[in-house]
RNA sequence: GCGGGCGUGGUGGAAUUGGUAGACACGCGAGAUUUAGGUUCUCGUGCCGCAAGGCGUGGGGGUUCAAGUCCCUCCGCCCGCACCA
């Protein structure tokens, strides 16, 4: 139309229509009980200090879903919040000399501006920090309660123990067994700390994972594994010493107690009450138990390490055997925290157990072999049997199955007294003590007189001091002159706060919670509003949660319902698991890391790849796979670079075009620019064709032309589309509809009234199908179109029925299977039509060569298959 | 070690219940227009082959009229493992 070039200015369009939202609150959430709810979550971020493309693709994604909602007619809830508490603060604190406290809000500020920039319709009037005392003094409210309700506990637990720094250190801390910063080998310490009971609920947790069919499966898998219900049997033995003389029993926990006439030896582990005695006056023992501590308390660690034994003074009498006697070990591999922290090792079908039998010369006795093996022959020597099979070698379980072996095996056992059917789990308490100073204080008050006192509620909450130093490592709580020294709540002597705080996971266990009335200042939330808004209709969030951060919430949300909180059982109805954002990898020549910004691609002679160089000096550069950006590897770019440079639109539609979202996407900077060029091009399209549409609210015609109707069975198919999409969180797909749309309304050049109007309806369906994906941009095209009301408040549009269905289809005509051509054939031919009209295509005959058909197989609108 | 996942053109990825593999996009090639602050438009593009045709979804094997999809087996890569969040 005209010869200008018509240019999209984002920078000030973006502006300015967030600018409208936020002064019209058009995204402020209010409880309406005459409307439906929905509640869209992504995961709240820890202000590490800038935001990164994880966080934009997590929060563009819930957008997505939140302004869709909203134009589903949904009462749409869409907050925000920090997960403020956490290691990072206090490792600037060391590092840069900044108060955890003013580093953080610092970060707050950047981050929620960066995040603004994104255009997410969220309400931030619900904003919150979980290191605010207005937060954290609800936990430790709720954490007082658990505790009287038999939920909290105290109990000695093992940490990672820098004996330089005197500290103790996170997982995340320990390298390749050493500290961090001092690069001392690290020792394991007992503390007393406290825990949640978790187990209490265990089976709980694991049943209603069947209920939440708006989960991942591998998500709720996990968990399953996580929780670790395995039904077996606790067996006694008696324990002597070499003389014969008593020396006690041990109790086994056994999963697989069908193979107990297997069993050779038994193996306790470093930390078995029985070798804390033994090891007294046994100097050897003792090295050992010294030597199992120096692994890390990680458990990828432990089962990883070398497994190795120290045989102890015992011997255990078989509970089935008369007179048989199994050598009995220390053994690294044996963990104290699942079971009874005792094994009976059954080297022929379990393979830590040969391994070690196999190390330290241990019979191997063979007493499963899988069915119609023959019993003389099957040896187990090389390797173990793990799988199912028949009990051989063990006289009464002789020729049973598996299964039918350990009911029988137990039932004798109960029989004689000397074991017992049980289930157990590997699921563990929850240790939420933690040694460190940015977190929330545990509210309690250690008094000589009285033993632990709970701080009262009057004095809730219990506020971190200011007035902290980091010139050394370990708990400034700990060391502050005055903090923790206070009189006893009770008998009003001298006492002395918990200067441990708790876990930030808590902190996340609850802020969703928290949400639904953020503001009250007499409870975690409003009763009626969090009955109202729980559960969180759709929570989305990075994979690496699937088991902590969700199990946690789910037994929190338990723990409150225990406490007559909520009467809620689960709190998050739908979750989605996206994957990570990933970048190609670029080192120098010395091996350094590089910036995308520092590395380019010079074009090669003739088409193809080209060379990747330094920007600074042309020295070539070694292109790596693609990872995780990291900051570590350099693979990163900058949000706020992107938005600057072409706009949050584009930046959002990248992120939801190409890649499904629970996959990990590749940046690069060709899918930017490709859809960079595409928000041009709508502009452009809408732009141009605005002259010659009829205006706003002109009646539909009575009839359309072909050309017309064929756009409107375009657009309306792409409504079906497109909402189908978004509902299964197929955004790449919804974003090449979009694209096939948009190609087809840009082909129509209109001739007649009828057809003007067709256009204009497939502009304004594409303009709202977009608006979740691409919203500043949508909103503009909407006025552009002449539309005086906010896109923001415009209902989805509908798709008219007989718009969807074809009346002709495509049939593959295949001669054994192999492709001959294709038939148009009326929807719903009746099979002997479709099979008539395929005998009669050129492409088969040729193939057919003049032989009768065998067979012919039709499938109705699908396929012609013929057989010879 | 245990648990979970992924693997399709040069690239990112599409593909109801097994039913035309490669939608859509990037890149590349050819052409047109001509933009000069990131151009735009048309056509082509899985591989081999002049063609007919053949071969193709990480490798190998199987079930089926028909397999990316179901089964067995092997390989590669990624994530989680309780104090990172």
Redesign the pocket.
Known sequence: MSST?V?YN?RETEAKWRKVWDERQTFRARMDKARPKYYVLE?F??PSGRIHMGHVRNYTQGDVIARYKRARGFNVLHPMGW?A????AENAALEKKVHPKKWTYENIATMKKQLQSMGLSLDWSRELASCDPSYYRHQQKMFLDFWKAGLAYRKE?W??WDPVDNT???????IEGKGWRTGAPVERRK?T?WNLK?THFADELLERLGTLDRWP???R??QA??I?KSQGARVFWQLTDASGADRGKLEIFTTRPDTLYGATFAALSAEHPIVADLAENDLGLQRFVAESRKTG?????I??AEKIGYKLPLLAKHPLVPGKTLPVYAANFVLM??GTGAIFGCPGHD??DHEFATKYGLPIIPVVMPEGADPASFSVAAEPFVEDGIIINSDFLNGLSVEDAKARVIARLEEMGVGKGTTQY???????????Y??SPIPVIHCAKCGIVPVPEKDLPVELPEDVDFDKPGNPLDRHPTWKHVSCPQCGGPAQRET?TL???I??SWYFDRFTSPNLATAPFDREEHDYWMPVDQYIG????????LLYSRFWTRAMREVQMTSLDEPFDGLFTQ??VCHETYRAADGSWLLPEEVERT?SD???GGNVVRVSDKSPVEVG?S??MSKSKKNVVDPDQIIH??GADTARWFML????PE????W?E?????????Q??LF?IASEAIGELPPVGTPKPATFPEAATALRRAAHKAIAGVSADIEAF?F??A??????L??TI??VKPEDDATRWAKREALEIFVRLAGPMTPHLAEELWQTLGHKSLLADSPWPLAEDALLVDDT????V?L?????G?LQLPKDSPKDEAEKAALALP?LA??LDGKAPK?V?V?PN??V?V?V
């Open positions: 070039p240019r984002f995961m971020p820890y997960d508490f956490g290691l990072p637990a940490v990672n103790v250190l996170a997982n995340e801390q320990v503390l700390q978790i499966e591998k998500v898998l996990m594994n996580w670790g308390t990680a458990a990828a660690e089962e990883t925290e699942y393979e830590r590997r699921l563990r308490d929850w240790l939420v003590s933690r040694q460190r940015w977190g441990d876990d930030t996971f902190d996340s990075g994979v690496e949660h699937a088991i902590l951060h994957g990570m074009p003739k088409g193809g796979r990872e995780k440079d072409y075009s190409d890649s499904p996959r990990d996407l590749e690069t060709a899918g930017v620019t490709g859809a960079w060029r595409f041009q091009r452009r197929h790449n797909k974003v090449a509809r979009l694209y096939e948009a190609s840009d082909q289809v495509t049939v593959a295949q054994n299977g192999k492709l001959r294709t492409e040729r193939g067979r197989i499938v699908r396929i298959n057989v």
